[in-house]
């Protein structure tokens, strides 16, 4: 079946790295979208990407989608402590089903 | 302007036992389905509803009844908890049922089968 992984699966950076994640899909995507879950909390939506090969910023936040819509990549720059949390890809399974990456975990160390 | 409300927020319950987890929406929202989180293996979808009286199974839905009677309700039953059961689960709900919605999540559900 359908699968979407991200690697890596846990990253701690010293606060002012930067940091990247990357999600691959076994099939072609319509769309991705990319949510964060601080620790204890619930996943919250950050963006959606559509186009082939698209690039959308928010601050220190980079989000590509590539080329043959199978893969994506989230990239903070400066991290900061405020960046902890567990970052998912997510992206169409279907009519009506959404399928989320294995997410990736990041710690930031001050 | 409450969003989506999950209860309880945490919950223990026995082998065997059974259990309704609740899920409310205020946002009007068409599209709504039920997630649990277990460790490394991300959010995996257990049912979902396009609409009032319509339901679907998701990936993993052994073990989890829902029905969607109103717009606003998604209620998720465990007919007889299981300790593979325990997990984080959360409700969430779209504007529209096309792929290209946002997801908003409750605050999840912390259930532990003992």
């Known amino acids: 079946g359908q699968q979407v992984m991200q690697i890596p699966q846990y990253q701690h950076v010293q606060e002012g790295e930067d940091f990247t994640t990357y999600c691959n899909s076994s099939?072609?995507?319509?769309?991705i979208q990319w949510y964060k879950q601080r620790p204890g909390g619930h996943p919250v939506f950050l963006i959606q990407l559509v186009k082939s090969g698209e690039v959308k910023k928010q601050k220190r936040l980079t989000f590509q989608f590539g080329e043959a819509k199978k893969n994506s990549s989230l990239h903070i720059t400066a991290t900061q402590t405020t960046d902890v949390g567990t970052y998912f890809c997510a992206g169409p399974a279907g009519t009506y089903k959404y399928i989320f990456g294995t997410g990736t975990r990041l710690k930031v160390l001050a | 302007n409450a969003g989506v409300t999950q209860t309880p927020k945490f919950q223990v319950l026995k082998t065997g036992q059974s259990m309704t987890l609740q899920c409310a929406q205020d946002m009007n929202h068409e599209y709504m389905s039920w997630y649990r989180q277990d460790p490394g293996m991300g959010l995996r979808l257990i049912h979902y509803?396009?609409?009032?009286?319509?339901?679907d199974q998701g990936e993993v839905p052994n073990g989890y009844n829902v029905s969607r009677s109103t717009t606003e309700d998604f209620p998720l039953r465990l007919l007889s908890a299981a300790p593979s059961q325990t997990s984080v689960y959360f409700c969430?709900?779209?504007?529209?049922?096309?792929?290209?919605?946002?997801?908003?999540f409750g605050d999840g559900t912390r259930l532990s089968i003992l």
């Open positions: 099939t072609t995507l319509s769309n």
């Open positions: 969430a709900s779209s504007r529209r049922t096309d792929s290209n919605q946002p997801q908003h």
């Open positions: 509803s396009v609409g009032a009286g319509i339901t």
